[in-house]
Every structure is written in C-alpha cells, then in structure tokens.
C-alpha cells in the first residue's frame, strides 16, 4: 500500500492521558500536514511539515500538542494531558509540493472519556 | 468571517438531476482550489482541482472559478445515490489547505 497510512485507527483514552499519533506520508511526498476534524466540520489546519522542518502551526493549538517528523519521513502527533474536548478524528496529509493536491490518511479517531 | 464558507447543507436532489454545491473564500492571492468528497466515517478524498478562471469538466463532474468573486463551484451532472456524500471545498492559503465545513449531499433514488 503506497498511500499515507495512519497508525492507530482508533484511540480510547481516559481524560489527563498522554496519546501519539503516526503518520507515514507517501513516499518522496515533502509536505506532511496534520488535521483535526469533529463532526459536521471540515478538517481544521493543525501544523504541516516541509521535509523535518516544521512551517507553521495553528494559533488554535494549545501547547499540549507538539508534532515532530524528525528525519522527514515519519511523522507523530502527541497530545499531552488529554482533554474531553480533543475527542475529534486527527487526519494525515501529504503533498509532492506546496500547490498541489494533499492525499489524506484514513485518520485516527481519538475518543477522550 | 471564515476563511472558506460553504452552505452545511444538506442539499437533496433527486437521482439524475445537478446538483450544485458553492464555495466562497476570502483570500484573494489564493491560486488554487480543491474539491473532496467525504463519505460518513472515511478520510477525504479528491475529485477535483481548479487553478484557472472558467471551467473545469471531468466525467460528470464539473468545477467553475470566478477569482474576481472569489467563488468556486461544483457541478454533478446525473447525480446518483452513490454520490451522497459530504463535499468539501479547499482553498490554498500559503501553501496550506484551508477547508470550508463542508455541504452534505443527499441523492435520493
């Protein structure tokens, strides 16, 4: 399978936890992004990678959510101390370049009880 | 205002006929714009792209920019009830994509 994959599907997590996600992009992609969706909303900007170098991140995001992609190829997403309010599905994107079409994975679907 | 806007929906058509889902966005040095459709549970996917004022058709499908309104438009020609589904409209904000809430489609039999 040479698509973006996601790894877990699926978290449950008691609320105060530590949780990480990963995502492998498709191979050569350079641009990584990471999402947030809930439900009845369009996927909300989290942070995107260029190679390892980390471009931008969401005002929105708190500190409690770091990203890495520390050699350019995998990427994690840690969300510290979780909150009821993080349950959402975290999605995975990548790109071949900076105007082109992103490719998501299937998602992780983080449940905080 | 939000970045990208689009009307949640749903919108019901009946099998064959066009629908039509809008798109408005607020960034005019946006260059290029994405439609994805989003089945209940999956990740998205893409089905279009658009770059260039006018009209873009592929198969069924068809995607209109007017930069100068700042709208962006999709077309399903023939809809069909595997076509219900939630679409989403990306715009490219900085070399991030920016997406509407997405518009829920239902294509009734």
């Known amino acids: 399978d040479t698509g973006v994959s996601q790894d877990p599907r699926h978290k449950i997590t008691k609320r105060g936890q530590n949780v990480t996600f990963r995502c492998d992009p498709i191979s050569e992609h350079n641009r990584l992004y990471w999402y947030r969706q809930t439900l009845g909303q369009g996927p909300e900007f989290l942070t995107y990678?260029?190679?390892?170098?980390?471009?931008?991140k969401s005002r929105l995001l708190s500190d409690r959510f770091s990203a890495e992609r520390p050699k350019g190829s995998f990427s994690t997403l840690e969300i510290q101390r979780t909150e009821q309010g993080d349950s959402a599905m975290y999605l995975c994107?990548?790109?071949?370049?900076?105007?082109?079409?992103?490719?998501f994975g299937q998602g992780t679907r983080l449940t905080v009880v | 205002q939000k970045e990208v806007e689009q009307n949640s929906g749903p919108l019901s058509v009946p099998e064959g006929a066009i629908a039509s889902l809008n798109c408005t966005y607020s960034?005019?040095?946006?260059?290029?714009f994405f439609w994805y459709r989003q089945y209940s549970g999956k990740s998205p996917e893409l089905i279009m792209f658009i770059y260039s004022n006018g009209d873009k058709e592929d198969g069924r499908f068809t995607a209109q920019l007017n930069k100068a309104s700042q709208y962006v438009s999709l077309l399903i020609r023939d809809s069909q009830p595997s076509d219900s589904a939630t679409y989403l409209c990306a715009v490219n904000e900085g070399g991030k994509l920016i997406f509407g809430q997405g518009t829920e489609l239902s294509v009734k039999p």
């Open positions: 994107a990548s790109t071949p370049g900076s105007t082109t079409w992103a490719f």
């Open positions: 960034d005019r040095g946006s260059q290029s």
């Open positions: 990678f260029q190679n390892e170098a980390q471009l931008e």
